[in-house]
């Protein structure tokens, strides 16, 4: 189905969302339609910010939002959800819709697999009705399914259309680049060097791809990596929760600006801990790049400076690698906890794999590893 279509077929006038590569076709649309206009799309940190955000717009306008978001992020909007939008509290009703990773029977990622098969299921249990839209669902049956929808819409009550694999088309195809040269992988590659047999936590996307491949490429063992494949936004806590109940290791955390925006609260833990064997560095290419390259709001805040006001001891950016290595280096003796920030151009790989073993196994070796410290 033509993303066109489908935007014509329901009719909002505002969207807000957090990208999701299965969305892609309507994510390029809405940047190409609109770009970022908070009175018509708003790219928001995480899922719940956006039910928050489509809430205030009802409020104010009395008309029906769209949020649109991967499946992942079901759970950050079981709050507002419940809480909020439910037709008994406030019956704000929205429009959901919710790229489908991990379907049953999909071949798909690890980390989808259970969210794949609750997906449905929590909607039902929040009382959101949803329609399954497929590459098979026609015109005519999403008008109809639009229709079914207006009376429990009308009611306050929300609904959601869960959008399988390859269901929308789009022919829109922006372009999404910014002004910075540092290639992202060669940016890890560093900081392994700088990093040697210390523990490092990745976030999830392409950052823990290409550290595995890394490890791989300069035969290393990936028993120092926790790749945190899943759980957008938490790889920052998981590293302070190792950092202070293993206080001999230097722990470092690589994170991306998209998750760092998601749980942005984790930072103020992170800063007030005084963690002084924490290393925070943030790849910032202020895109939500794994999923297709729609821009975050790093871009346009000064990441640092944050880090520095939550307390963290030292908090600095660099957008070369000679001012990375430079860093690196004045790092591994400071006490934490530490930012770096690194400009980062977008990008990656043509051929960039996949870790080959499984989650339970990275859990397996890596905890082996840590009880040795």
């Given amino acids: 189905m033509n993303v066109e279509t489908f935007v014509r077929t329901i009719g909002a006038e505002f969207y807000t969302g957090v990208p999701d590569s299965q969305l892609k076709p309507l994510c390029d649309y809405l940047m190409s339609a609109y770009g970022i206009d ?3 799309h708003i790219i928001a940190a995480n899922e719940g910010n956006c039910a928050a955000l489509a809430a205030g717009y009802h409020l104010a306008t009395g008309k029906i939002p769209v949020v ?10 079981i709050n507002p959800a419940a809480s909020l939008l439910s037709d008994e509290i406030y019956g704000i009703p929205i429009i959901f819709v919710i790229g489908w990773r991990g379907e049953p029977g999909i071949h798909d990622e690890p980390q989808h697999a259970y969210q794949g098969k609750v997906t449905v299921r929590l909607l039902e249990d929040m009382n959101i009705h949803p329609f399954i839209i497929g590459n098979e669902t026609t015109d005519a049956e999403l008008w109809s399914a639009m229709e079914a929808a207006r009376p429990l819409l009308a009611k306050g009550k929300s609904v959601a259309f869960v959008v399988r694999k390859d269901a929308l088309t789009c022919d829109f195809k922006p372009v999404y680049w910014n002004e910075y040269s540092v290639v992202r992988e060669e940016a890890i590659r560093h900081i392994v060097t700088a990093a040697q047999r210390d523990i490092i936590v990745s976030t999830t996307g392409k950052t823990s791809r290409e550290l595995y491949e890394i490890r791989d490429q300069i035969g290393q063992s990936h028993q120092h990596d926790f790749l945190t494949v899943g759980s957008m936004g938490h790889s920052s806590s998981v590293a302070l929760g190792l950092a202070i109940h293993k206080p001999n290791a230097r722990v470092w955390c690589i994170d991306g600006d998209g998750a760092v925006l998601m749980h942005m609260g984790a930072v ?19 895109a939500h790049e794994s999923v297709g390259g729609m821009p975050t709001a790093a871009g346009s805040i000064d990441l640092p400076a944050v880090a520095h006001a939550c ?5 600095i950016s660099v957008n070369t690698l000679e001012q990375l290595d430079n860093e690196l280096k004045h790092i591994k003796t400071a006490k934490g906890p530490s930012l770096i920030e690194i400009k980062c151009a977008l ?3 043509s051929n960039l794999g996949r870790p080959v073993i499984s989650a339970m196994e990275n859990k397996r070796i890596f905890m082996n590893y840590v009880s040795e410290i």
């Fill in 68 to 77: 649109y978001l991967q499946n992942s992020g079901e759970g950050n909007i």
């Fill in 311 to 315: 307390g963290y001891r030292s908090s």
């Fill in 38 to 40: 908070p009175r018509k």
């Fill in 347 to 349: 990008g990656a790989r």
């Fill in 268 to 286: 103020a833990v992170i800063g007030t801990s005084k963690q002084e064997n924490l290393i925070h560095i943030v790849i910032n290419n202020s």
